[in-house]
């Protein structure tokens, strides 16, 4: 899948043949030049401006346009502003979609992230490259990505909060009818181009709507209730 480049942003802001425009805010310049040197490995990528406050973060988004923020929460050695900068670029613009690469995983501060608008939640010392990139594409996209070890704690917190009536959201009744396929997770995640954790989760999240604890119950509930 291609990703799209943003139309309401004027041609004149965009670098040339890049598809995915990138602001970067990190408290770290080494941190801030390993991840433009990463993206920008590919021509289709361009990481328009670098940020280390809150402040100068907002003004980025504001003033670029970028599709994806890729930010750490830990600006100025304060979490609590990359929350509120989550909630504000969620809340007044929109278009920018928000992966954040943070140094730790924590239970707590996952959860508030992602309910002040991040759709990403990726752990530095974990992630590669390629997982890197595939999630920035996946939240350009308006898919969820969660690096290794987050998508399973947030099923825990959020699965445990919700109904088990819910019905399937369109993405875990796609991952149902792939497992149906007899995929695997990696073969999923392949398919769809997001990560194994996050075919995980929607699996996790199906599960537990389906009152299922095994593959093969998930496939015959779904199917005795006709979707699939």
Do not use: W
Request: aromatic share 4%; proline share 2%.
């Amino acid at each position: 899948m291609e990703s799209q480049a943003r139309s309401d942003v004027a041609r004149s802001r965009r670098a040339p043949q890049a598809r995915t425009r990138v602001v970067v805010a990190d408290q770290s310049s080494i941190t801030r030049a390993g991840i433009r040197a990463i993206l920008e490995r590919s021509a289709s990528f361009a990481v328009v401006a670098e940020a280390k406050t809150y402040e100068s973060a907002y003004l980025a988004v504001e003033e670029h346009g970028p599709d994806v923020l890729v930010v750490d929460l830990d600006l100025g050695d304060d979490t609590t502003a990359g929350l509120k900068l989550c909630a504000d670029i969620a809340e007044n613009l929109p278009a920018t979609k928000i992966l954040v690469l943070a140094s730790t995983l924590s239970e707590m501060i996952i959860v508030e992230a992602l309910r002040r608008g991040a759709t990403g939640y990726m752990i530095k010392d974990t992630t590669s490259s390629d997982e890197l990139i595939k999630a920035v594409r996946a939240v350009q996209d308006g898919e969820i990505a969660f690096g290794h070890g987050v998508g399973a704690l947030v099923a825990r917190t959020f699965g445990a909060a919700r109904p088990n009536s819910d019905k399937l959201t369109d993405r875990e009744l796609e991952i149902v009818r792939f497992v149906a396929q007899g995929l695997g997770n990696k073969q999923i995640a392949h398919a769809l181009f997001i990560s194994e954790s996050t075919v995980k989760f929607h699996i996790h999240n199906a599960s537990i709507k389906l009152h299922a604890h095994k593959r093969a119950e998930i496939v015959h509930r779904a199917t005795t209730i006709g979707l699939i």
